[in-house]
Antibody, heavy 116, light 110 residues
């Protein structure tokens, strides 16, 4: 059983929007902070955003602040990333991961491509 | 939120030990015990190898060890094996309540 499964990645035009989802299974989702990390083609890991267990505290990298919104629905065991005003430099594989300061569970990633 | 500095590549022969450095500032690596190390094979998700500077998660190999001195953290791989060939990333919690990753190090087994 895959503990974290991302979905929602797609090809989108610059300026467009996309919502990523990450569905958790096999653990008590509401007990863990969650994180989004991305990796551009051929590049390193970049921390994007994180959210606490209840969803009332959220954190963002400067590169996405004001454009991306992280949220969660503990009743659905699901983490979200709403991405607006997308840019070419947002093209990457987006991973969801369990935890805030370190993550021992990662999803397999979902591809987001921003291109006209 | 500048990336932590890692060497681009490190290599070693099977059985040898290698060390990867991860240099930050007093606002991240030097200020907190929350340094982690990840291994990533091509096309795969990262795998946690070390957390909180020197702790092993369940299932991780004890051939991997971590330490920290000042603003620099280090990952040592002992008894290097062919399967250790991968990219390695450090990460640190920061004073802005965010996380920052290192630039990444490609480990080659000669």
């Amino acid at each position: 059983e895959v503990p974290l499964l991302e979905s929602g990645g797609d090809l989108v035009q610059p300026g467009g929007s996309l919502r990523l989802s990450c569905t958790a299974s096999g653990f008590t989702f509401s007990n863990y902070a969650m994180t989004w990390v991305r990796q551009a083609p051929g590049k390193g890991l970049e921390w994007v955003s994180a959210i606490n267990t209840t969803g009332d505290s959220t954190y963002y990298a400067d590169s996405v602040k004001g454009r991306f919104t992280i949220s969660r629905d503990n009743s659905k065991n699901t983490l979200y990333l709403q991405m607006n005003s997308l840019r070419a430099e947002d093209t990457a594989i987006y991973y969801c991961a369990r935890g805030l300061k370190s993550s021992n569970y990662w999803g397999q990633g979902t591809q987001v491509t921003v291109s006209s | 939120q500048s990336a932590l500095t890692q060497p681009a590549s490190v290599s070693g022969s099977p059985g040898q030990s290698i060390t990867i450095s991860c240099t930050g500032t007093s606002s991240d690596v030097g200020g907190y015990k929350y340094v982690s190390w990840y291994q990533q094979h091509p096309g795969k998700a990262p795998k946690l190898m070390i957390y909180d500077v020197s702790n092993w998660p369940a299932g991780a190999s004890n051939r991997f060890s971590g330490s920290k001195s000042g603003n620099t953290a280090s990952l040592t791989i002992s008894g290097l094996q062919a399967e250790d060939e991968a990219d390695y990333y450090c990460s640190s919690y920061t004073s802005s309540s965010t996380l920052v990753f290192g630039t990444g190090t490609k480990v080659s087994v000669l």
